[in-house]
C-alpha cells in the first residue's frame, strides 16, 4: 500500500505541476491536507499521547527544525518532479541509503560494515550513468531531487530520535509537523505563489480547467497524506537504516510505474543505469541484513576470556581469613577484612542463634550498572 499510494501522489503530482507549474502550492496543498484528513483520527484515538507535555526548547531546537526540513525537502521534491521527469527524480533519490549512511556516521558515529560501504557503489554509479542520458535532463532537477534526498534523510535520522525522546505517537508528531510548517511558510506562499496564481489566472485557465487543478490538488494531497501515514509507522517500528532500504525499495515501484503510466522516452542505456541503481539498492538490503543477523548473534552468544591459566589467576586470589577469627561464621570485630566477601560458614546455624553483624560488615545492595560481563 505504501508503495502504490506513492507511485499514484507521483504520477498525479507530475500531471499536476505539467500544467500548473506552482511547486509551492502543490507543498501547501500536501501540508494542508495531512492536518484536514489526520487530525480528526487523532481526536479519535485516546491513546495517542498529546504534544502538550513537549518542553517548548524541545520545539525550539528539534521540532521547528524538523518542520522546516519537512517544508523544504517536500518542496525540493515537487520541484525535481516538475523539471525532470519522475523515473530519473526517483532514480537520483534512490541515493537515500548512500545519505543516511553518510549522515548516520558524521552526526551519530554509527559505524558501518565494508559491505555496506561497497554496496553503495552501484547505487552511486547507476545514477551517473543515468545522468548521463537522460533525455530530458535540467540542472535544477538535478540538485532539487539531491536536495530533497538530503532532507528526507535527515528527517528520517531526528523523526526517529525525536520519537524516542518524546515517546509521542508518530501521527500526532506527523501532524505536528505539518501544521508548523504550512504556518512558518503561509506568508512565503502568500507573497510568492499565490499573487503569481493571481496574476497568470487567465494563462492557467488556458492550459488547464481550475475545477481539475482542484480536483489533482486533493487527490495529490490524499495519496500524500497516505503515504506519509504509512511512512512514520514504518519509522516507529523500524531502524532509519531499514527505514531508507525499504524507501529505496519503494522508487523503483515508482520508476516502473511512472515510465508505465507516464510513458516518459527512455533510451537503453538510461535503463541500464535505473537497472544497476536498483541492483545497489538489492546488494544493499542483503548487506544490511547479513550485518543485523551478525549483530544478533554477538548479543546472544556469550563472551570468554582466552586466557586460561588458573595458576596465574590463583596467585591473584585474595586469601580468606582463619577459623579462628570466626564465630558461627561471623568475622570477630579484631579480625582483619582481607576480601570483599567476609561471611565464610565455618559451623552450622540454627534459627534460636541471634545473628549479628559489625558495621563493616552489612551488605549493600548490588548496583546492576556495575556488573559487567567478560
Not at 56 to 79: E, M, T
Not at 264 to 292: E, H, R, S
Not at 306 to 317: A, F, I, P, V, Y
Amino acid at each position: 500500500m505504501w508503495y502504490a499510494s506513492s507511485a499514484s501522489g507521483n504520477i498525479v503530482g507530475k500531471m499536476l505541476l505539467t500544467d500548473f507549474p506552482y511547486p509551492m502550492t502543490v507543498t501547501m496543498a500536501q501540508l494542508l491536507s495531512i492536518s484536514l484528513y489526520l487530525a480528526p483520527l487523532l481526536r479519535c484515538q485516546a491513546s495517542t499521547r498529546r504534544t502538550s507535555n513537549i518542553p517548548r526548547a524541545y520545539y525550539l531546537s528539534v521540532i521547528l527544525p524538523l518542520a522546516l526540513g519537512k517544508f523544504l525537502a517536500s518542496l525540493s521534491s515537487h520541484i525535481s518532479i516538475w523539471k525532470v521527469s519522475v523515473s530519473y527524480a526517483h532514480t537520483v533519490k534512490a541515493t537515500l541509503p548512500l545519505f543516511t549512511v553518510v549522515l548516520s556516521r558524521i552526526l551519530l558515529g554509527v559505524k558501518q560494515t565494508l559491505r555496506i560501504y561497497l554496496s553503495l557503489l552501484p547505487i552511486i554509479g547507476g545514477v551517473i550513468i543515468a545522468t548521463i542520458t537522460e533525455l530530458s535532463f535540467d540542472i535544477i532537477g538535478l540538485f532539487s531531487a539531491l536536495l530533497s534526498t538530503m532532507g528526507f534523510s535527515l528527517m528520517t535520522i531526528y523523526s526517529k530520535k525525536c520519537l524516542k525522546d518524546t515517546g509521542v505517537h508518530h501521527m500526532c508528531l506527523l501532524v505536528m509537523l505539518a501544521q508548523w510548517a504550512a504556518l512558518c511558510f503561509f506568508p512565503v506562499w502568500f507573497l510568492y505563489d499565490l499573487r503569481r496564481i493571481v496574476t497568470n489566472i487567465d494563462a492557467i485557465s488556458g492550459n488547464i480547467k481550475l475545477t481539475t487543478v482542484v480536483l489533482l490538488l486533493l487527490l495529490d494531497g490524499f495519496f500524500n497524506t497516505l503515504q506519509n501515514l504509512i511512512a512514520f509507522t514504518i519509522l516507529a517500528l523500524v531502524t532509519p537504516l531499514s527505514y531508507a532500504v525499504a524507501n529505496a525499495m519503494k522508487r523503483i515501484v515508482i520508476i516502473t510505474a511512472s515510465i508505465i503510466m507516464l510513458q516518459n522516452p527512455v533510451t537503453p542505456v538510461n535503463c541500464l543505469g535505473m537497472l544497476i541503481a536498483i541492483l545497489g539498492v538489492l546488494f544493499y538490503n542483503k548487506a544490511k541484513y547479513d550485518q543485523n543477523r551478525a549483530l544478533e548473534k554477538e548479543m546472544i552468544l556469550p563472551k570468554v576470556r582466552k586466557d586460561t591459566n588458573l595458576l596465574l589467576h590463583s596467585q591473584t586470589l585474595e586469601h580468606f581469613p582463619n577459623d579462628e577469627n570466626l564465630q558461627n561464621g561471623i568475622l570477630l570485630s579484631s579480625a582483619k577484612p582481607e576480601a570483599d566477601v567476609k561471611l565464610l560458614v565455618s559451623q552450622p546455624w540454627t534459627s534460636t542463634q541471634k545473628l549479628e553483624t559489625r558495621p563493616h560488615m552489612e551488605s549493600k545492595p548490588r548496583d546492576p550498572r556495575n556488573f559487567h560481563f567478560v
